[in-house]
């Protein structure tokens, strides 16, 4: 794998980039695709004659996956690998960021559902870092134990996306207090109150999503919130037992975040609409952020600023340190998307 620093440097980023196809939509109105994709060279190129003008932008990440990538190649060839280090006993993250509608959401969950025992082709990142977790961890036949926790953060404010059905009937703000993040006195963070359910086979899995998914979806109308404008995090903890050679007992854990952003159009536009301007504000702070610890992890700089956002507090034991952190950027091929697709590019660029 290709990262950018050596593990004994204790920092390895990896960022990825997957053009989505064009849509139904885009190509019965005969959208230009203006994006490119070398995966052999690891090129993403962008082009387009604005004004008789050639703009054309080539990028090199570490994988590019173009339109016709299937999820089972990038989860094979940019994840597995993740997921090895996780039941070492590693923590590990890893985000998808972009515009709103480039592929973060199909990318991570996918589509579909379980269908006859197989997991359906389109399945995504999670769905599959499960099973794979589970097929490791069934071989191994040792002691072992799988917890997920779910949580959405929208305007800086945690919600539980797995809490039991009667916390969610809520029509009013007050019964309904956002999760706090609470200091451990030992460095580290945690949710008070968060839900952890405990996962014994993978085939649990999509009715975990499902639940996380309709919730969402309630909180949603109730509040009248975007999912465009949240951060979601599902997280997968691993306790397992080990033996020395010497034949004692250890206990292992491994971590492994799985991160679907808010768009990231909305770093670029100020949405000072009323009632938006708080939220854009958020969003802007906390992709930022992550943008800002992510570059000082990579450049070994003094000070990281997790503090400043609650997303990097949160995540704050899986980035930096002995961690794995992929970045999957997702960008659309489209004309209209040029702009926003060049951002993307830049920040992912920028994260390396
Ligand atoms: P986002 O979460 O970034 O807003 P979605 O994951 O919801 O975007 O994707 C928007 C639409 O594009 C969905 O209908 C999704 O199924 C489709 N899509 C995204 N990426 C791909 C892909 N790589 N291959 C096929 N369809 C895709
Ligand atoms: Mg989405």
Redesign the pocket.
């Known amino acids: 794998m290709s990262g950018r620093h050596d593990k004994d440097k204790g920092v390895n980023v990896q960022v990825i980039v997957r053009c989505r196809p064009l849509s139904e939509d885009e190509m019965r109105s005969n959208t230009p695709a203006v994006i490119s994709c070398n995966e052999g060279r690891r090129e993403i190129s962008a082009m387009q004659n604005i004004a008789n003008k050639q703009i054309d932008k080539t990028f090199v990440f570490d994988k590019v996956y173009g339109p016709t990538s299937k999820q089972k190649d990038l989860y094979d060839s940019a994840i597995c690998p993740i997921v090895f280090e996780v039941l070492e006993g590693y923590n590990c993250t890893v985000f998808a960021y972009g515009q709103?509608g480039t592929g973060?959401?199909y990318t991570m969950e996918g589509g579909g559902r379980k269908k006859n025992g197989e997991f359906p082709s389109d399945a995504g990142v999670i769905p599959r870092a499960i099973k794979q977790i589970f097929d490791i961890l069934e071989a191994q036949s040792a002691e072992y134990s799988v917890k997920v926790t779910f949580l959405e953060l929208y305007n800086e404010e945690i919600s539980d996306l797995l809490a039991p059905e009667e916390c969610t009937k809520f029509t009013d703000d007050k019964s309904k207090k956002p999760l706090a993040l609470m200091e451990d006195g030992k460095g580290g963070v945690f949710v008070r109150g968060l839900e952890e359910e405990l996962v014994s086979s993978a085939n649990e899995i999509y009715n975990i999503l499902e639940k996380g998914s309709a919730k969402r979806r309630t909180a949603e109308t109730l509040l009248n919130k975007q999912?465009?404008r949240s951060h979601s995090i599902f997280s997968i903890t691993i306790h397992f037992k080990e033996y020395t050679p010497e034949g004692e007992e250890m206990i292992k854990c491994g971590k492994l975040n799985l991160v679907?952003l808010a768009g990231s159009e909305n770093i670029s536009r100020s949405g000072a609409r009323e009632g938006r301007a708080r939220e854009a504000g958020e969003i802007n702070k906390s992709l930022l952020t992550l943008g800002r610890v992510i570059n000082a992890l990579v450049e070994h700089s003094g000070h990281i600023p997790y503090r400043e956002s609650k997303i990097t507090r949160l995540l704050r034991d899986s980035l930096g340190g002995k961690t794995k952190t992929c970045i999957i950027a997702t960008v659309s091929p489209s004309i209209h998307s040029m702009e926003e697709t060049l951002s993307t590019l830049d920040y992912a660029h920028r994260a390396k």
């Open positions: 709103t973060k959401t999912s465009s679907d």
